[in-house]
């Protein structure tokens, strides 16, 4: 009889899970490459089953990643986070069980950038009031009336990748641009102002701004950065913009300094909970959208692009630059 053939089946490929949707032409190489399963938005107890016996996970904010999830993935090495934020994921846990977590920090920031000019012309023009009004057949234009952004202050809380981008777009807009950070330093003072920018403390910001935008992550040090205590710092003519996380802003103190005509607007791409109409929904000088701000195909094919080759390198037992800790 002839010797029985043996086929080689090689090595297991390694296990990815993805928990929230990612670029399709990302999702296509991830699938090339590994072992891969995609569920979106898994309950906690299907969660528990899918990450047992995986070697990585992919997520953007719609699902979280407590301790006990953490301890009970007994292969996890590496969690990528498909954006610049990782509040969602136990960092303690993840430290303690030697597991790599790494963010996109940069791959979105000029569409969030581009996004909150947006925002901030839709309070300032009164755009998105203007539209439902139409819609009901009121062509009312001078209950209409809005302000130009040339020659108003925004105030950037935060210079990261996003307050950069925006940076050069407001200057792009004839507007003044102070700015106030968690860490300072000379050298960092003199870099802002050779770049347009004056670095001021927060209570300075909030007084003399006419536009407040939020662009800092979510920390225990920022939860409820924005509360009534800062709101009543605030001009009665200035408006809020918040691209950064939901929980930085106190909402029910934001709803009633809108109500009580303390501040004229505010624009929000992120909610405290997200998937939920919010309060602030029921009043006209509010525009909000569902966190869209990285939604443009653009930076999506780039936080894609990134993500893999993270993913790559971190399995492969290199060292990504974009490591959180």
């Known amino acids: ?3 029985t053939e043996i086929t080689p089946t090689g090595p297991a490929r390694e296990r990815v899970l993805v928990l929230d949707p990612i670029d399709a032409h990302a999702l296509a190489l991830l699938d090339q490459r590994y072992d891969l399963t995609v569920r979106h938005s898994p309950a906690p ?12 996970v992919i997520l953007r904010s719609g699902v979280r990643l407590p301790g006990e999830v953490l301890e009970s993935a007994r292969k996890l090495r590496v969690i990528v986070r498909a954006g610049s934020g990782t509040d969602n994921i136990d960092l303690d846990t ?10 996109v920090s940069g791959g979105s920031a000029a569409a969030v950038a581009e996004l909150t000019i947006g925002l901030i012309l839709a309070l300032t023009r009164k755009i998105a009031y ?7 057949g009121s062509w009312d234009k001078p209950s209409l009336t809005g302000v130009e952004l040339g ?9 990261g990748h996003i307050g950069s981008a925006l940076v050069r777009l407001a200057h792009g807009f004839s507007m003044n641009v102070v700015a ?14 050779a770049d347009g920018v004056r670095l001021v403390d927060f209570a300075e910001l909030l007084e003399v701004s006419d536009i407040v935008v939020l662009a800092l992550p979510l920390t225990p040090a920022t939860r409820h950065l924005l509360g009534a205590e800062q709101l009543r710092r605030m001009r009665s003519s200035a408006v809020l913009v ?18 009580a005509g303390d501040i004229a607007g505010a624009a929000l791409d992120v909610l ?12 006209d000088n509010v525009v909000l959208t569902p966190h869209i701000g990285a939604m443009t195909a653009e930076s999506q094919r780039r936080i894609g692009q990134i993500v893999v080759d993270t993913l790559t390198t971190a399995l492969a037992g290199g060292e990504p630059e974009n490591r959180v800790w």
């Open 151 to 159: 020659g108003k202050t925004i105030g950037i809380v935060g210079q």
């Open 242 to 259: 918040n691209v950064s996380r939901g929980g930085v802003v106190d909402e029910a103190a934001l709803h009633a300094a809108l109500r």
């Open 180 to 193: 106030a950070v968690s860490k300072t330093s000379e050298q960092r003072r003199e870099r802002l102002a």
């Open 1 to 3: 009889m002839p010797p």
């Open 130 to 136: 203007a539209d439902r009004r139409l819609r009901a």
């Open 272 to 283: 405290t909970a997200e998937g939920q109409r919010p309060a602030l929904a029921d009043l």
């Open 94 to 103: 993840a430290r303690a069980r030697g597991i790599g977590v790494f963010n």
């Open 45 to 56: 107890d299907d969660l528990l089953g899918l990450i047992a016996e995986t070697d990585a």
